[in-house]
């Protein structure tokens, strides 16, 4: 992913580290946009259109970085990746389920944000080529989810669903080849890039959050179905499976 004309919008409160951040980008070549609290955020993707969103979840103020999440989610697909020195793993998966695409635990080094950064935008450029030239929907075989993908619309029986941008495609990987066993690695490198590929336990937390929206029953999942060892197949057949 090459960073000219990206646009990436850092928001901590933080002075020191912004100006890290912002230094740090712009030598790889990246325009930068700052804020440095909720609202700031807010105003900077309405009105400059980033293409990269690195938040901070503990910001003063009424807004906060989750607040930012969903609040952005409701108008655009941009990625986020959090920055946070929280590391407890509810925390994460909040900030997951709230729309974020990546989450980074302070401190980290540069590299490992620099390929961060590559990877989500990267995703972000892989998931508009596949909407041009991918199937425009997918359905599983009872018909019950549905999945508009040009519109990034995900409907389970007669509800939509809201899904977060690396949700959509992590459900959108498994139906395009439903029936068939998708390795983690596989799965890990299909949808956040191929810096990844050895993070199990990252995409069992992705995996929970998307049967929490599309299953029934979660704990006993009737789609995404786990292949203990392996990864994850969703499912093509009416007769039920164990799991």
């Known amino acids: 992913m090459r960073a000219k004309g990206k646009r990436i919008l850092v928001v901590d409160d933080e002075d020191p580290i912004r100006r890290m951040l912002s230094r740090n980008l712009k030598g790889s070549g990246y ?8 609202k700031q955020a807010l105003d900077a993707v309405h009105d400059h259109r980033p293409d990269l969103i690195l938040l901070d979840l503990c910001m003063p103020g ?11 989610r409701t108008f655009t ?32 080094s540069n590299d490992e944000l620099q390929a961060r950064v590559r990877a989500c935008l990267r995703r972000a450029q892989a998931m508009e080529i ?11 075989a009872d018909g019950h989810i549905f999945m508009d993908v040009p519109a990034r619309q995900v409907r ?12 959509f495609e992590l459900l959108r990987q498994l139906m395009l080849s439903s029936g068939k066993v998708l390795t983690h ?9 191929p810096e990844y590929g050895e993070e199990a336990d990252y995409l ?24 203990p060892g392996v990864g994850y197949v969703f499912r093509t057949h009416a007769e039920a499976r164990n799991i």
């Open 204 to 227: 069992r937390v992705y995996v929970r959050q998307l049967r929490l929206k599309i299953e029934t029953e979660p704990s006993h999942p009737h789609y995404i179905l786990t292949e």
């Open 31 to 38: 325009e930068v946009l700052v804020a440095e609290n909720g």
């Open 77 to 108: 697909s941009v990625p986020i990746i959090v920055l946070s020195a929280m590391t407890e793993e509810k925390q994460k998966v909040r900030a997951l389920d709230l729309g974020a695409d990546d989450y980074l635990t302070k401190p980290f």
């Open 185 to 193: 690695r596989t799965l890990l490198r299909a949808v956040w890039g």
């Open 156 to 167: 389970v029986g007669s509800q939509d669903v809201r899904l977060t941008p690396t949700e």
């Open 130 to 140: 596949a909407a041009e030239h991918e199937p425009e929907t997918l359905a599983s």
């Open 62 to 72: 009424e807004i906060s970085g989750l607040d930012v999440c969903v609040k952005v």
